[in-house]
């Protein structure tokens, strides 16, 4: 289900509550003096704070994710090897707008879209652990 009818239900059942809880009591005949009044934002909210862990739990952290994941593949460059969202390793040869042309293996090259790279491993450009010289004693 969306949100915003997810939002509205609660809201039609709160106020459907609110209604029949009022007519129940007396307080829709005058009958004010027996309850106190509460203020207004106090009805709304446990709705605000039901809306604001929806969006930090579920909407803020997958729009993060997905935000990484755009800059990943545009990050894509020639000689990056990569692993698509189907399992296909390679080496990216050629970056065109949208897509990439993918060495998979000697003399068989696909082109696939840029959105379909899971994982890029760059050559590494430091050198392997060094070996530390001995101590001298």
């Known amino acids: 289900m969306s949100l915003p009818f997810l939002v509205t239900t609660i809201l039609a059942q709160a106020a459907n509550t ?54 990943t593949t545009r990050g894509a460059k020639t000689g990056d090897k990569i692993v698509t969202s189907s399992g296909i390793h390679g080496v ?18 696909i082109e696939i879209e840029k959105s379909s790279i899971d994982k890029i491993t760059r050559p590494d450009s430091t050198p392997g652990p060094e070996k530390i010289p001995a101590a001298k004693a």
Not at 38 to 64: D, G, H, K, N, S
């Open 18 to 71: 609110a209604t029949t809880t009022a007519a129940a009591t007396g307080t829709l005949t005058g009958d004010t003096a027996a309850q106190p009044q509460q203020p207004p934002w106090m009805t709304f909210f446990p709705f605000i704070l039901i809306l604001a862990t929806v969006y930090f739990a579920l909407i803020r952290p997958q729009q993060a994710a997905k935000k990484k994941a755009e800059e």
């Open 92 to 109: 990216i040869t050629n970056v065109k707008d949208t897509t990439v042309i993918l060495k998979i293996a000697d003399n068989v090259k």
